[in-house]
T-cell receptor
Framework: DAGVIQSPRHEVTEMGQEVTLRCKPI?????LFWYRQTMMRGLELLIY????????DSGMPEDRFSAKMPNASFSTLKIQPSEPRDSAVYFC????????????FGQGTRLTVV | AQKVTQAQTEISVVEKEDVTLDCVYE???????LFWYKQPPSGELVFLIR??????QNEISGRYSWNFQKSTSSFNFTITASQVVDSAVYFC???????????FGKGTLLTVNP
């Protein structure tokens, strides 16, 4: 079975540009999470979707960040405009039952904003 | 509030040594779940184990074993006869019973030298 698929794996962009990260969760999973990993803050939850509906976006750092889940098999995380402090590894994860069990993570997208 | 503490930032061992990674947690939930994830140099987060708060039985899976002690709020992870391929950052995580959010520790970098 395919795991969580994220694209791109690496993204280098200039400050001010729009960045879109993509995620395909595991088929049949109804919960999707976006996490960000930095050296300073570790792993932190940005947003949580359940059945394609955003349930908790309190971790989204600023209005520059937005996330969508138009259907059960696709989600995007967009940063517009990007800033150097957004440089991090962004992980997408999914779980089968509202987050009641373990979350399975994708390979992450390493974002560098110069 | 929930908190996970991994006091060991880095551990270095020689192959075939046993090594224990410590994890101490704080939560006010009476039902909660504990997890360990592995992050190898390639960057992905790999799920290793989930433990429920009402099940204090220790678990063994091959060279891996986990010791859950509610009395000391600890969920330690032991690798027996370590191998170079075990080199990774290991994260302990906690989820409250009524919550979907994973709270991660800062991680322990394990280096196994040949």
């Amino acid at each position: 079975d395919a795991g969580v698929i994220q694209s791109p794996r690496h993204e280098v962009t200039e400050m001010g540009q729009e960045v879109t990260l993509r995620c395909k969760p595991i088929s049949g999973h109804n919960s999707l999470f976006w996490y960000r990993q930095t050296m300073m803050r570790g792993l932190e939850l940005l947003i949580y979707f359940n059945n394609n509906v955003p349930i908790d976006d309190s971790g989204m750092p600023e209005d520059r960040f937005s996330a969508k889940m138009p259907n059960a098999s696709f989600s995007t995380l967009k940063i517009q405009p990007s800033e150097p402090r957004d440089s991090a590894v962004y992980f997408c994860a999914s779980s089968p039952d509202g987050g009641n069990t373990e979350a399975f993570f994708g390979q992450g997208t390493r974002l560098t904003v110069v | 509030a929930q908190k996970v503490t991994q006091a060991q930032t880095e551990i270095s061992v020689v192959e075939k040594e046993d090594v224990t990674l410590d994890c101490v947690y704080e939560t006010r939930d009476t039902t909660y779940y504990l997890f360990w994830y592995k992050q190898p140099p390639s960057g992905e987060l790999v799920f290793l184990i989930r433990r429920n708060s009402f099940d204090e039985q220790n678990e063994i899976s091959g060279r891996y074993s986990w010791n859950f002690q509610k009395s000391t709020s600890s969920f330690n992870f032991t690798i027996t006869a370590s191998q170079v391929v075990d080199s990774a950052v290991y994260f302990c995580a906690l989820r409250g019973g009524s919550n979907y959010k994973l709270t991660f520790g800062k991680g322990t970098l394990l280096t196994v030298n040949p």
